[in-house]
Structure formats: structure tokens, C-alpha cells
């Protein structure tokens, strides 16, 4: 698996455990299943010239952020991990760490959402 090649970083280790996974909350469950649903890499932004355009012309309401920083971090570290496993760098994993997660739950959840029972091998 290719997107588990990081080296450690400031001796963070990639190993995962069960305790990991216990520590997101029902809400953050239910972000990361909003993100393995929707490709957030794909989204127009809503106050962009385009995104504008597109509410206005075809009376569509684009998807909007979360209103919780460190909830939409998650959302959107989520859907890259479930939809471009293959191209998550270390960036994306200390923004999530830098949002207040652990080490082990970005591991964990690059993982278990770049698996191939998700789609991705």
C-alpha cells in the first residue's frame, strides 16, 4: 500500500490501535460517512465566480462547509483518504493532526478508507 509509505513524523507512529478508532464521536462518525459518499476534491466553491454562476443559473444550492473548522477538517481529510487514497501526503495528515486528532485516528482512518473493501487497492 503506497499511501502508508510515510515515514514517521516527530515520532508519531502509523500503527493504529482500537482505542484510536474509539475516540471519534458519533458526529465524527457521521462526517467521515458524509465524506466516503462525496468526493470533496470535486466540490465548486460556492462563493466562487462559478459557484455563483451555478446556484444562479441552474437554481442549485452548492454544498457548503461546516460550520465547525475541526469537523470539516475531518470531512475533508475523509473523502481525500476514500476517494484518492493514493494521494494523500504527509500535509494532509498533519492538518488533520493540527485540527486536534491523533496521529493513530489519521493513520487509522487513511486505512481503513483507502482499503480495498472501499473500492481502493
Known amino acids: 500500500m503506497a499511501y502508508l509509505s510515510f515515514s514517521p513524523l516527530d515520532g508519531a507512529s502509523k500503527a493504529a490501535t482500537a482505542s484510536d478508532a474509539g475516540l471519534f464521536s458519533s458526529t465524527e462518525l457521521r462526517v467521515i460517512g ?3 459518499r462525496r468526493d470533496a476534491t470535486r466540490e465548486i466553491t ?12 441552474f437554481g ?9 473548522p475541526r469537523l470539516e477538517s475531518l ?5 481525500l483518504a476514500r476517494h484518492h487514497a493514493d494521494e494523500v501526503a504527509q500535509d494532509d495528515l498533519r492538518r488533520l493532526v493540527d485540527a ?3 496521529w493513530g485516528q489519521a493513520f487509522g482512518l487513511l486505512s481503513y478508507l483507502g482499503s480495498e473493501k472501499h473500492g481502493h487497492g
Open 34 to 36: 458524509l465524506a466516503e
Open 60 to 68: 442549485l444550492r452548492l454544498a457548503r462547509p461546516l460550520a465547525d
Open 100 to 102: 486536534g486528532y491523533s
Open 46 to 57: 460556492p462563493d466562487s465566480r462559478l459557484g455563483r454562476f451555478v446556484e444562479w443559473a
Open 75 to 79: 470531512r475533508r481529510f475523509a473523502s
